[in-house]
Nanobody
Framework: VQLQAFGGGLVQAGGSLRLSCAPS????????VGWHRQVAGKQRELIAS???????RYDDSVKGRITISKDTSRNTVYLQMNNLAPEDTAVYYC????????????WGQGTLVTVSS
């Protein structure tokens, strides 16, 4: 299984970006798809996820600013990020959670988001 994450780039504080994640298998084949991010020097953290049934979960640090969604016709999961701040600068990864194990087994290559002040 491969996942392609794209849409990162440089944005000014207060701006918006939309990241996309396109798995090589149907989204419905996974228990959930999640967006994680890794700030330089810190551990990777899960910030948003969407389940097969469409249930969404968010880390408190991004609630109200970030929306995860999916388009099954395009087989793509999106992460809409608004009101970005410099502390959102990180490499963002999408990952798919296996139905069998309940673990995030499949990872994309990451896309860099840089927010300038």
């Amino acid at each position: 299984v491969q996942l392609q994450a794209f849409g990162g780039g440089l944005v000014q504080a207060g701006g918006s970006l939309r990241l996309s994640c396109a798995p090589s298998e149907r989204i419905y084949n996974f228990y959930a798809v999640g967006w994680h991010r890794q700030v330089a020097g810190k551990q990777r953290e899960l910030i948003a996820s969407i389940s097969r049934a469409g249930r969404t979960r968010y880390d408190d640090s991004v609630k109200g600013r970030i929306t995860i969604s999916k388009d099954t016709s395009r087989n793509t999961v999106y992460l809409q990020m608004n009101n970005l701040a410099p502390e959102d600068t990180a490499v963002y990864y999408c990952a798919a959670k296996s139905i069998a194990s309940g673990e995030y087994l499949y990872w994309g290559q990451g896309t860099l988001v840089t927010v300038s002040s």
